[in-house]
Each structure stands twice: as structure tokens, then as C-alpha cells.
């Protein structure tokens, strides 16, 4: 059973930091580009970025870059994302997905094989 487990969320003031993590079981990351999403109320769900199988190759959304970073512990099955610089239009579920193959394409992984349950981020003050 392959599976994603988020952590990480809350409620941060903006200009805030978060981290979060993202766990997986039943199967090793090693092989696979992970990418984070993100879902605002009432809005499509939306790719945040995403990172090669072995952390050499990430990419961000223009609305991110510069502020998040993605980075992942293979060694630990885990993939983070490094948040900084929080606006209040970054209020969202996020959630990470694994896709099928060892690349991404551009800011999201290719042929998304297994989803987490997400975990929310409020950015309020």
C-alpha cells in the first residue's frame, strides 16, 4: 500500500515560516519525483513544485519562487518544502504526490501514482 503522510501545517503570521514534510510507507521515494500541491478554497488545486528523484533538479510556480524550497532525505523516505516569506494568499491545503517516473515536468511530477491527505497551512494575522 503505498502511501503519503503530511505534517508540518498551521496557522503562521505573514511573513512567517513553515516546514513541511512529507512521509512515505509501503514504498521508497528513491526512484520517484515528488511534487507539492496546493488547494485554496473555492479554487482549483494548483502545483507548487517539484523535485527529481535524486534532489538535483527542482522546480517552483512563479508564485513561490524564490520564497519556498523543496528538498527531500531519501534516506529518510521523506520530501520537505520550506516555506518563508508566508502571504495570506498562500492559505491552502497542501498536499505532495508522488508521481510514476524519476523526473518532473516543470513543476509537477509526471503520472501521479499516490496522493497524501493533505495538511492545512493558514497564513493570518
Known amino acids: 500500500q503505498l502511501q503519503l503522510v503530511e505534517s508540518g501545517g498551521g496557522l503562521v503570521q505573514p511573513g512567517g515560516s513553515l516546514r513541511l514534510s512529507c512521509a512515505a510507507s509501503g514504498f521508497t521515494l528513491d526512484y520517484y519525483a515528488i511534487g507539492w500541491f496546493r488547494q485554496a478554497p473555492g479554487k482549483e488545486r494548483e502545483g507548487v513544485s517539484c523535485?527529481?528523484?535524486?534532489?538535483?533538479?527542482?522546480n517552483y510556480a512563479d508564485s513561490v519562487k524564490g520564497r519556498f524550497t523543496i528538498s527531500r532525505d531519501n534516506s529518510k523516505n521523506t520530501v520537505y518544502l520550506q516555506m518563508n516569506s508566508l502571504k495570506s494568499e498562500d492559505t491552502a491545503v497542501y498536499y505532495c504526490a508522488a508521481g510514476g517516473y524519476w523526473y518532473c515536468s516543470g513543476y509537477v511530477p509526471v503520472m501521479i501514482r499516490s496522493w497524501g491527505q493533505g495538511t492545512q497551512v493558514i497564513v493570518s494575522s
Open positions: 523535485v527529481s528523484s535524486s534532489g538535483g533538479s527542482t
